[in-house]
């Protein structure tokens, strides 16, 4: 997983509170807008995400929690 410019890619997964993936995607490219994989609003509330950081010497991921508010 490379980016165009050879720096750096990333991967992401959006998981609601009870653990099922809302949504998932990848950098360059997109990223989460609140909505699940039918592109339905995802309802208020706190979501888990994964993000995986590779380049060519590196693997990174984080995880953490978003509050989303509309």
């Keep these: 997983m490379r980016d ?3 720096r750096f ?3 992401w997964q959006i998981f609601n509170r009870w653990g ?3 949504s998932h995607g990848s950098f360059p490219g997109s990223g989460w ?3 699940d994989e039918r592109r339905q ?3 208020d509330g706190v979501y888990f995400y994964i993000l995986a950081i590779e380049n060519s010497s590196i ?3 984080e995880r953490g929690w978003v509050k989303l508010i509309r």
């Design 33 to 35: 807008t609140g909505t």
């Design 4 to 6: 165009t410019t050879g």
């Design 59 to 61: 693997h990174q991921e």
């Design 41 to 43: 609003p995802c309802p």
């Design 9 to 11: 890619a990333a991967r």
């Design 20 to 22: 099922q993936e809302v």
